[in-house]
């Protein structure tokens, strides 16, 4: 069982930056692939971006390549996604999410362990 802890969401302007964290517990932490979702209100779970557990291969999707990185601290077991240029459309709920395996997924069955999810709201 991999227990995961999502921070560092919070209100922001157009155009700001968060850096969002996610901390594991409960198994080795490089063992798993990792993955950031997000879901907007009356949505469904959307892929963001995702990290091999090495750390050696990462994706990103399409409307946050070059704005969003994803990266991962193996010896501090916590993935990360850093966010920049937020847009109003970037508010939702963001899980971090955990697979055993070589390489992230990018659709929500793909994963085992979720957590609870923080709150990105950037307004306009």
């Known amino acids: 069982q991999v227990q995961l802890l999502e921070s560092g969401g919070g209100l922001v302007q157009a155009g700001g930056s968060l850096r969002l964290s996610c901390a594991a517990s409960?198994?080795?932490?490089?063992?798993?692939?990792m993955g950031w979702f997000r879901q907007a209100p009356g949505k469904e779970r959307k892929f963001v971006a995702g990290?091999?557990?090495?750390?050696?291969?990462?994706g990103h999707e399409d409307s946050v390549k070059g704005r969003f990185t994803i990266s991962r601290d193996n010896a501090k077991n916590t993935v990360y996604l850093q966010m920049n240029s937020l847009k109003p459309e970037d508010t939702a709920v963001y899980y971090c999410?955990?697979?055993?395996?070589?390489?992230?997924?990018?659709?929500?069955?793909?994963?085992?362990?979720w957590g609870q999810g923080t709150q990105v709201t950037v307004s306009s």
């Open positions: 999410a955990a697979r055993s395996g070589l390489n992230y997924a990018t659709g929500v069955n793909g994963y085992a362990y």
């Open positions: 990290i091999s557990r090495s750390g050696g291969n990462q």
């Open positions: 409960g198994r080795i932490f490089s063992n798993y692939a």
